[in-house]
């Protein structure tokens, strides 16, 4: 089983700029989630969606980041303008359902300049 | 206070040690736990997940759940340079869907 594909796997921009990243989940998993994860810390979730519906998306900062998920298999996140404190690598994930355990790809590292 | 509270280490010990690696939480509505290993420039893969309080075990690790306590552990037995990452705790409501992670325990097993 081909895992969740990520790409592009570095990104370096300075602030102010936009950037786009791209998700192809696990064929057949219906959620597909976006995180950010600030080095030290945890995954944080910034969107979850149910095939091509946002199921949560409350700690997305909407004034600057945006993600759609299209005929409900890929996926992008957007950011735009990017801050400093936007430095972090993000991740997706994928699961066959909501209530399954998620499956994470290796993420694209950004660093704002 | 964190939902989450984890341990950041690092923690470094000799290969074939036991290895143990905790977490606590907050939230009594918490559900469902599961471990992550996350090499570097990886991302997490998922090692363990439970939703029931007592032991799950599978090969050289084991998950511990005490929800009277709010406390999850994970052990390594016979500790091996590979299993050298870092480790997250994750967990869930049973009625929401987000995860919430601690902050990870990074280890280092000595050969």
């Known amino acids: 089983e081909a895992g969740v594909a990520q790409s592009p796997r570095y990104k370096i921009i300075e602030k102010r700029q936009s950037v786009a990243f791209w998700c192809n989940p696990i064929?057949?998993?219906?959620?597909l989630y976006w995180y950010q994860q600030i080095l030290g810390q945890g995954p944080k979730l910034l969107i979850q969606?149910?095939?091509?519906?946002?199921?949560?998306d409350s700690q997305l900062p909407k004034d600057r980041f945006s993600a759609e998920r299209l005929k409900g298999v890929d996926s992008t996140l957007k950011i735009q303008p990017a801050k400093l404190e936007d430095s972090a690598v993000y991740l997706c994930?994928?699961?066959?359902?909501?209530?399954?355990?998620?499956?994470f790809g290796d993420g694209t590292r950004l660093s704002i300049l | 206070q964190k939902e989450v509270e984890q341990d950041p280490g690092p923690l470094s010990v000799p290969e074939g040690a036991i290895v143990s690696l905790n977490c606590t939480y907050s939230?009594?509505?918490?559900?469902?736990f599961m471990w992550y290993r996350q090499y570097s420039r990886k991302g997490p893969e998922l090692l363990m997940y439970?939703?029931?309080?007592g032991n799950k075990e599978d090969g050289r690790f084991t998950a511990q759940v005490d929800k009277s306590s709010k406390y999850i552990s994970l052990f390594i037995r016979d500790s091996q340079p590979s299993d050298s990452a870092t480790y997250l705790c994750?967990?869930?409501?049973?009625?929401?869907?987000?995860?919430?992670f601690g902050s990870g325990t990074q280890l280092t097993v000595l050969p």
């Open positions: 994930a994928s699961s066959l359902t909501g209530d399954q355990p998620q499956h």
């Open positions: 064929s057949g998993h219906a959620t």
């Open positions: 969606f149910q095939n091509n519906g946002v199921v949560d």
């Open positions: 939230n009594s509505a918490f559900q469902y």
């Open positions: 439970t939703y029931s309080s």
């Open positions: 994750a967990i869930r409501a049973g009625s929401a869907r987000q995860l919430t």
